[in-house]
């Protein structure tokens, strides 16, 4: 997203991806986009495909107590909406629109080192095709993800983590199946959260919570499905639909920040700064929207000479990052079982979820955060 930005602006830049193309356009990661998102890829002119086949959904529901409360998202939000949209279809169309343009990009760059961002001078190393090659450039941008090298590239104590991980993971399936809701479910139950989403008209997404390290072998597909059909369960016979799973997966669940989000000439963006547990539906949308700023910034810096947003590149998403990281907790800790022998725990959350369905304000709130806050 960074580099078709840029190359809108003229600018030019090398993308280093460690994967192959087709392990990037297949893999399974996010599917829920804000409008801002959204509005990002129509308007840099690669949303054709999203806006053709992307599920534009109003409302979500939350669901507690066996019944089903709709929150009308656009009408509570003057008319805007999320919509689902996979991120790797998301990969595809970016991978298409920068090779359309001559983009440079090497898949299966390995040994990828980052140097010199300190100075004037910085350089990457990596090795494409067994050779070793070395790029100098006036920027790095770490879009390298959690685990990725830019980030510890920098050195110790420039930058302050901020880090909350939390006593579960979620454990998501694909199914061959078509959704059993037009919208997302967010259930609370006393056996733990669930989650109904989706990726097409005829694929369900679904998630449940699952103890830490849970191990995926204890989880042959009758009993994902019995126990989602239990999480879901409502007092008017609602129906999950089920089928084939074709994929399904356990990850942990976590809340990272790090400060600044700049060293020198290297600037991080997206999960290479920050995480957050997917409850919100966040993580793909603050990496667009950082990438927003920075080419921005780039962008003045490079018609004009001036590094002044750059310098405040840190400043400017971390507010925004900030806001969805209490945004995601906040998610986080209404919807989970935390302390299962605690029945008070239990009995607030109810209330929390009852104001939260009956109160116009609160259902607000959630709804400015949930299609996303603006983009500075
Ligand atoms: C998903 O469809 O993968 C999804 C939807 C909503 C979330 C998290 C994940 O909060």
Known sequence: MLAHLLHLRGIESVILESRTRQYIEERVRAGVLEQGTVDLLVDSGVGARLQREGLVHHGIELRFNRSGHRINMYELTSGKAITIYAQHEVVKDLVAARLAAGGKLIFEAADVSVHGFDGGKPFVRFRSGGEFQELQCDYIAGCDGFHGICRPSIPAGALTAFDRVYPFGWLGILAQAPPSSKELIYAYHDRGFALLSMRTPEISRLYLQVAHHEDIENWPDDRIWAEL???????????????????????????????????????????????????????????????????????????????????????????????????????????????????????RQIAELDYLTGSRAAMTSLAENYVGLPME
């Open 229 to 347: 059909a239990k999480r879901f369960e409502t007092d008017d016979g609602w129906r999950l639909t089920e089928g084939p799973v074709l994929q399904k997966s356990i990850t942990g669940m976590r809340s990272y920040v790090v400060e600044p989000m700049q060293f020198g000439k290297l600037f991080l963006a997206g999960d290479a700064a920050h995480i957050v547990p997917p409850t919100g539906a966040k993580g793909l949308n603050l990496a667009a929207s950082d990438v927003r700023v920075l080419a921005q910034a780039f962008a003045e810096f490079y018609s004009s000479g001036s590094t002044r947003l750059l310098e405040d590149y840190s400043r400017i998403c971390l507010r925004r990052v900030w806001k969805a990281q209490r945004f995601s907790w906040w998610m986080t800790y209404v919807l989970h079982r935390f302390d299962t022998e605690n029945s008070f725990d239990q009995r």
